[in-house]
């Protein structure tokens, strides 16, 4: 589809600086072979409309035989999207899904009352060198949502709406954003994009959310006459109308944001919940190990091992 002529991108100049709310600078960790980049939740912002965890991760090469275990986890009260640009890797859970995660495409496992999944670099991959590249996010469920059963939902590349014109090429993850509608269900209002532009390019950011954040996948942008680098996240102030230009490398974009929730998350590892009881009794289940009859059971085909609850 090619880019909407309507949508006039405004580029705000000195004084409208101060639209950027909170700039965060992701923390790095090494898993082993590979980086993650950790923008949410972060000190000053636990969440971008329903966004509360993001995570960059790699990019990375493995060798032959190498790759990512993810062992089997639990969540609950939340739902994971992992978009990738470049790589892959097999997800298992607990409903049966049994399901490779290819760039593009969404692969949006909603947690609710609780689920598990494996992430893993397949057997076919290992056969030869392989590279990762993406970004893992989690989106915290409105309270009518968190005791919902678990369920999943694919959608490959092309059923995602994509959009292309004047230098840049924008395609639709989640929710509502430049009068186009992603087919994945959801549960809040949001957004989630993966917009490429090139030198110059500019991007108005949607102004039908709330909540508008983006983060500097690669290149940089300008804002109000501000340079921002790979790897930064702002966080954008309600209601103004804005536009990203990208440098003189262009750049590459992951666009987010929505309604705000009823109020803040409680997280406790892999958990996240509108109260502390919710995140409590998940953590009892766990431990009790009741994988038969228990609130968590271990994804068919993936259940020799699980990662113990920390202590």
């Known amino acids: 589809m090619s880019w909407n002529p309507t949508i006039a991108p405004i580029c705000p100049t000195g004084v409208e600086a101060d639209a950027i709310e909170t700039l965060i600078i992701p923390r ?70 049994n399901q490779m995660i290819h760039p593009g495409a969404v692969n949006w496992m909603v947690a609710g009352h609780g689920v598990t999944h494996s992430e893993r670099t397949s057997k076919k991959t290992r056969e030869n060198p392989s590279s990762l590249f993406g970004i893992q996010t989690w989106l915290a469920l409105p309270e009518s949502a968190e005791d919902a059963p678990a369920s999943f939902e694919h959608q490959p590349q092309d059923a995602l709406p994509f959009l292309e014109g004047e230098g840049k090429k924008v395609r639709l993850i989640l929710g509502d954003a430049w009068g186009e509608h992603a087919p994945v269900r959801t549960m809040s209002e949001l957004f989630y994009a993966d917009a490429q532009l090139e030198p110059g390019a500019v991007i108005p950011l949607p102004d039908n959310h709330e909540d508008r954040g983006v983060y500097v996948v690669d290149g940089s942008i300008t804002v109000a006459g501000q340079m921002f680098e790979t790897g930064q996240m702002m966080v954008f102030r309600p209601g103004d109308a804005l536009g990203l230009t990208a440098g003189d490398r262009g750049a590459r974009l992951m666009l987010l944001g929505g309604a705000t929730l009823g109020g803040p998350r409680h997280i406790w590892w892999n958990f996240v919940a509108s109260s502390r009881d919710k995140i409590d009794a998940a953590k009892e289940a766990w431990k009790a190990g009741d994988w038969a009859h228990g609130r968590f059971q271990l994804p068919p085909g993936d259940d020799a091992e699980f990662i113990p609850a920390p202590d």
Not at 29 to 55: H, T, Y
Not at 80 to 87: A, C, H
């Open 28 to 97: 790095a960790r090494d898993l082993g072979g590979f980086e993650v980049r950790r923008a949410l939740p972060a000190p000053k912002r636990q969440m971008v409309g329903p966004f509360i965890f993001f995570d960059q991760v790699g990019p990375a090469e493995f060798l032959t035989g190498k790759g990512i275990d993810v062992r089997p986890h639990p969540h609950i009260g939340l739902g994971t999207v992992t978009y990738l640009f470049k790589g892959e890797f097999q997800h298992r859970d607990s409903l049966g899904t």
